[in-house]
């Protein structure tokens, strides 16, 4: 294998894509497969849980300095948590918070992957390749399939987070997980049937040559 | 005009985007009046929404048990404050601070205008033209340098905000701009400008041959 001689911003963005897909695949396996918190019974997630609180801890402060009537904090915080149990007491709340996290990384692994594909065929300099509409259209359905799939996660029940009764009047609303998917979801299947549209006129005209 | 037509998905986003341009200008323009009707009130948001990061210090916050459990909380959380008063007493941060705000909003709204022009030209099923690869550009650019701009201004001290007592219940505030997605999708613009470019190019050629 030699260094390509022709490098373009679209090999290099080949090979970052390319070499992300290899990290996270690595990563993500070694994350899920071996993960000696869950398998100790230590931590019910792999990851930290992105979540919704809400603290009514902040009063407004007033009259802070001349001219300044009030300072309100809004009650509703984004943050992060983590619950240390044993996981085979609390199944159900381990595979749903490790579900999510998995499905986001699929869908990022999806992206990566079908990306350094697309832009392996631009640095090659095949715009017109059939195969590039059928990467943006599995990006696409992928897209929003798994968006929706987060938009119910975002609005299911948290489990244990979502019964106890937490310090200064903490409560856990809902995961932090909301992505807007959608849109880049249907302009991806836009962009396929603009490539599927180019490849049938490039090759009416290559017909007619 | 037939309802046919309609049907395709280049419509469904450029409508999407005409509706959301719409909005936000519905929104946006709302803001604006209600801002400079408040600027001669007593008590008027100075600063409107402003994105803060809260940590704490107190380790009962962070970590609590509850029967097996021990939750343990991030000390670095993301919320939102608004200061009010007299915005008189406070021009320089009242003006600062709305555009800072708005500069955000019209960035948006650029993207939206042109991102609908160009799914216009795709449900027309003109793809490959100077056009398109302009109007890519332009949103790229737009948004990767609107992000670029809020991480630099982070970097300043912000008038009003430097000088309040920032502490309560034994929270730091940390103030900052974010702007999530600009980047990413301002990338990812350019580099789909570039590709339309490089396309475009072998159209006209393949067109001249023919």
């Not at chain 1, 975002?154 to 489990?159: K, S």
């Amino acid at each position: 294998m030699k260094l390509n001689n022709d490098w373009t911003f679209g090999h290099f963005l080949y090979y970052a894509c390319q070499f992300s897909f290899f990290g996270l695949l690595f990563s993500t396996l070694v994350q899920y497969s071996c993960s000696p918190k869950i398998l100790d019974g230590y931590s019910l997630s792999v990851e930290p849980i992105p979540v919704i609180m809400e603290f009514d801890g902040f009063k407004p402060l007033k009259e802070p300095k001349e001219g300044i009537t009030s300072i309100d904090i809004q009650k509703r915080i984004k943050g992060k948590v983590r619950i240390e149990a044993d996981s085979s007491d609390h199944m159900w709340a381990t595979l749903f918070y490790n579900s999510y996290t998995l499905l986001k990384w699929i869908w990022i692994l999806i992206l990566y992957f079908f990306a350094a594909r697309f832009f392996k065929n631009i640095s090659n300099k095949d715009f017109f390749n059939p195969k590039n509409a059928t990467y943006f259209s599995i990006v696409g359905f992928s897209s929003l399939i798994i968006s929706g799939i987060l938009f119910a996660f975002h609005y299911a029940t948290l489990p244990i987070l979502g019964e106890i009764s937490a310090p200064h009047g903490i409560q856990f609303i809902r995961l932090d997980i909301i992505t807007p998917l959608v849109i880049p979801g249907i302009a991806s299947l836009v962009l396929s049937h603009i490539f599927k549209e180019a490849t049938r006129i490039h090759e009416e005209q290559k017909l007619t040559v | 005009m037939k309802l046919k037509n309609y049907l395709s998905l280049s419509y469904l986003v450029y409508f999407l985007f005409v509706v959301s341009f719409m909005v936000m200008t519905g929104i946006i323009g709302y803001l604006m009046f209600q801002n400079i009707m408040g600027y001669s009130e007593k008590s008027h948001a100075i600063v409107y929404s402003h994105p803060i990061i809260l940590s704490s210090d107190q380790d009962d916050f962070t970590t609590f048990n509850q029967d097996d459990l021990t939750i343990q909380l991030y000390n670095s959380n993301r919320g939102s404050m608004m200061i009010f008063g007299k915005p008189k007493d406070h021009v320089s941060a009242y003006l600062y601070h709305n555009f800072v705000y708005f500069f955000e909003k019209f960035s948006l709204l650029c993207a939206l205008f042109w991102g609908s022009l160009l799914f216009r030209n795709f449900a027309h099923n003109n793809y490959f033209n100077a056009i398109n690869i302009r109007f890519f550009f332009l949103i790229g650019w737009t948004l990767f340098l609107t992000s670029i701009f809020y991480e630099v201004l982070n970097l300043f001290p912000k008038p009003l905000l430097t000088d309040l007592p920032f502490r309560e219940k034994g929270f730091s505030f940390y103030k900052r701009y974010t702007t999530d997605y600009f980047m990413t999708i301002g990338l990812i613009s350019i580099v789909f400008g570039y590709v339309f470019k490089e396309a475009t190019r072998i159209h006209e050629e393949q067109k001249l041959t023919v």
